[in-house]
Nanobody, 127 residues
Framework: QVQLVESGGGSVQAGGSLRLSCAASRDTSSRYCMAWFRQAPGKEREGVAAIDNWGSTTYADSVKGRFTISKDSAKNTLYLQMNSLKPDDTAMYYC?????????????????????WGQGTQVTVSS
């Protein structure tokens, strides 16, 4: 069983930055894919960014150039650096993990492929 705990959410003005963290309970040095998803009120959960054990990254078009996903395998921690935040980025952000390799980059942002989820951390961006 994998436990994921997110932190780093908060309230920020448009144009500001936040860094989210996700601490994983298991060693993430084996084959895996980790991702960030978000869900705004009244909307479906959507994939934001993903990274595999080799460091290959995938981003949703809406965050390309503004968000950066990274990992620290020594600390079993996933990060999401969010810059140039917009009010549309307001959502609950979730960390997710699957203990296998997802070959197709587009599939790495599909929530149905991820069995392990954190409890979420709220990000609110005001205009």
């Amino acid at each position: 069983q994998v436990q994921l705990v997110e932190s780093g959410g908060g309230s920020v003005q448009a144009g500001g930055s936040l860094r989210l963290s996700c601490a994983a309970s298991r060693d993430t040095s084996s084959r895996y894919c980790m991702a960030w998803f978000r869900q705004a009120p009244g909307k479906e959960r959507e994939g934001v960014a993903a990274i595999d054990n080799w460091g290959s990254t995938t981003y949703a078009d809406s965050v390309k150039g503004r968000f950066t996903i990274s990992k620290d395998s020594a600390k079993n921690t996933l990060y999401l650096q969010m810059n140039s935040l917009k009010p549309d980025d307001t959502a609950m952000y979730y960390c997710a993990q699957v203990m296998t390799y997802i070959s197709s980059p587009s599939l790495r942002l599909r929530q149905e492929y991820f069995p392990y989820w954190g409890q979420g951390t709220q990000v609110t961006v005001s205009s």
